[in-house]
């Protein structure tokens, strides 16, 4: 075992868990504060199954500058709001492969040309498939994202006693709060208790929304792990060379197997700035390079994994189907019309 590869493959799972956690901490967050703030009605309103939402969710999901895995504590947001099952699906397909970060990416990369024709397959490729999916009844396939909540204690006591006649039972509910006092007093301690709770809400409410962040974090630390500890064993122990290898020119099934190469590579749009000219130079075509991002970028497989907390497999299978036939059709007809 090389060392310099695994400390590369360390470094890798460090920095990435690092900045995926506090990204997926930060968004959910916030999320949790717009969920409180925001009416979910709204939210339904503006993100429902009619085709302005499919057109908002696209539009949404292109402007949030969210990698795959960053994008996942949005959705979770879209879900708990009960927003329209298609429209969150079209943000889940939009938001990591089409946004001001890739665009800007790509046209440094590939040119005007290229990108328009990528920003064009990649609004149409997810308007599409969330409309599918919809329309297929596959949001019964989504796992109950609700925390489970313990009925309150409600105990009855019930005490019997009898006269000459008549037996009466008497029952007591102990989850009443009894009071000896007479009504004044309590309507005057009432007014005082609920002047502190509203001096205290905000930070209690705070507080609370915190607690549930993180928890709903640290449901998601393994399968953020095991996701991030993949890509790094592919990024440390991985040769370039193997890309270069099956992805070039000469290569009849270069773009899906570029498609293929790029699910377990968790590759940033970003990273394309460097690692495209050079992957050029030794003899990939254009096409596969873009699959290999699409791939990447679109249903990684650290994405994959975060996503079986959330979705069941019917989904998880459609998913990765619609990514890979995006990366590999956007690949050949770059290859077709643009080589």
């Known amino acids: 075992m090389n060392v310099n590869n695994l400390q590369e493959a360390l470094q890798f799972f460090i920095v990435g868990f690092l900045e995926l956690s506090i990204l997926f901490l930060g968004i959910s967050f916030l999320v949790e504060i717009l969920n409180e703030k925001i009416n979910p009605k709204k939210i339904q309103k503006i993100l429902s199954s009619k085709k302005s ?8 999901g292109s402007i949030t500058p969210f990698c795959s895995c960053s994008s996942i504590p949005l959705t979770i947001g879209l879900i708990k709001a009960k927003a329209g099952f298609g429209p969150i699906m079209t943000f889940l397909f939009t938001s990591p492969l089409l946004n001001p970060i890739i665009v800007v990416v790509f046209y440094i990369t590939f040119g005007l040309k290229i990108t ?3 920003a064009i397959t990649a609004v149409f490729a997810s308007l599409g498939a969330g409309y599918l999916l919809e329309k297929l009844g596959f949001e019964k396939y989504i796992k109950n994202m609700e925390p489970e909540t313990k009925p309150a204690a409600s105990v009855k006591v019930t005490k019997a006693f ?8 008497t029952q007591f509910n102990t989850s009443a709060p009894i009071s000896e006092t007479n009504c004044c007093t309590t309507s005057q301690n009432d007014t005082e208790k609920e002047s502190n709770t509203q001096t205290k809400k ?16 640290v449901s998601f ?3 953020i ?3 991030i500890a993949i890509g790094a064993f592919v990024h440390g122990f991985v040769p370039q060379e193997l890309i270069t290898q099956y992805a070039s ?3 009849i099934f270069a773009v899906p197997v570029s498609a293929i190469i790029g699910i377990p590579l968790y590759i940033r749009a970003s990273t394309m700035v460097g690692l495209g000219p050079e992957l050029i130079a030794n003899g990939v075509n254009l096409g596969s390079i873009l699959a290999l ?10 994405e994959m994994i975060m996503l079986k907390k959330i979705f069941k497999l019917p989904i998880m299978i459609f998913f990765l189907v619609s990514v890979f036939t995006m990366a590999i059709g956007c690949g050949y007809l770059v290859n077709i019309y643009f080589s």
């Open 162 to 169: 009898s006269t000459s006649n008549t037996t009466v039972t």
């Open 225 to 227: 792990a095991i996701g």
């Open 249 to 251: 020119k000469e290569n």
């Open 116 to 118: 328009l024709a990528y």
């Open 221 to 223: 630390v393994p399968y």
């Open 53 to 60: 939402g499919y057109i908002t969710a696209s539009l949404l």
């Open 202 to 217: 905000p930070k209690n409410r705070y507080k609370k929304l915190m607690k549930q962040t993180w928890k709903q974090f």
């Open 293 to 302: 991002t699409i791939a990447g970028a679109g249903a990684s497989l650290p």
